[in-house]
């Protein structure tokens, strides 16, 4: 797991926000319909699992193109794989969690009896250094309808520094599959987007730019969003 992730308790009481604001995550099996050309959970999993294995320098997917994507957004900027002590691309498993009391002190809804679990989980993570910029996209997997959001709410706090109240935004106002990605509330330097899966499942797309201070601006707010949106079309199996 990378550092970046919030594993344990930590993750938990993050993953509890979505039942305040309507939605909940429950436990599911993986789905395994993997047939015709679109892009499954079982095709990303199986994609992450091979990324552990046999370590790569393109991002897969067809999502390996972000100095076209750049382009197409008005950006001119020298784009490589990989970044400072960052790896091009990596690849992540979850098998989830089932669910688990509601920890001392929280006041959850009545018709809620437990605090939802973690669904099994499939992620890859491709970074490139894009002029001074750290760009980094989050393709994140789930074989459950609209809760990808929901599952990556930690890292969505720790890119955007995401109040507790944003994080709420974020997945009330959760763009559609297929949708125009959504900046995330804040400073601008992260997007989402999601993709439509075949058969049951749930993909979302995090674009994000590194910790470099002051952030290039050419890669910020809409300009990110024009990137993410590029990318997002280019995606097939």
């Known amino acids: 797991m990378t550092a970046d992730r919030i594993p344990g308790p930590a993750a938990r009481r993050l993953l509890a926000l979505p039942a305040a604001v309507g939605l909940a995550l429950g436990a599911a099996a993986c789905s395994d319909d993997s047939s015709g050309s679109g892009l499954s959970y079982a095709k990303v999993r199986s994609t992450a699992e091979q990324l552990r ?9 067809g999502l390996d193109e972000l100095a076209a994507a750049l382009r197409n957004a008005g950006i001119d900027r020298p784009v490589a794989p990989g970044a400072k002590d960052t ?6 498993l979850g098998d989830g ?5 509601w920890p001392s002190g929280t006041s959850p809804s009545p018709t809620t009896a437990s605090a939802p679990g973690m669904p099994p989980h499939a992620w890859v993570t491709c970074t490139w250094t894009a002029g001074s910029a750290t760009v980094r996209l989050d393709l994140e997997a789930v074989p459950i309808d609209d809760v990808g959001v929901s599952v990556m709410l930690p890292t969505l706090q720790r890119t955007g520094q995401l109040t507790v109240d944003q994080l709420g935004e974020v997945v009330t106002g ?3 599959p297929g949708d125009r990605p959504k900046l995330l509330p804040g400073s601008g330097i992260a997007a989402i987007a999601r993709v439509p899966l075949k058969g049951d499942g749930d993909l979302v797309l995090l674009l994000s730019q590194g910790d470099a201070d002051p952030a290039d601006p050419a890669l910020t707010g809409e300009p ?3 990137v993410l949106e ?3 079309g280019r995606i097939h199996s």
Request: with cysteine; hydrophobic share 15%.
């Open 53 to 61: 294995q046999q370590p790569s320098t393109t991002c897969p997917f």
């Open 87 to 92: 790896k091009a691309v990596e690849g992540e």
């Open 97 to 101: 969690t089932p669910p688990y009391p």
């Open 174 to 176: 959760r763009p559609g």
């Open 224 to 226: 990110l969003t024009k």
């Open 230 to 232: 590029q990318l997002q």
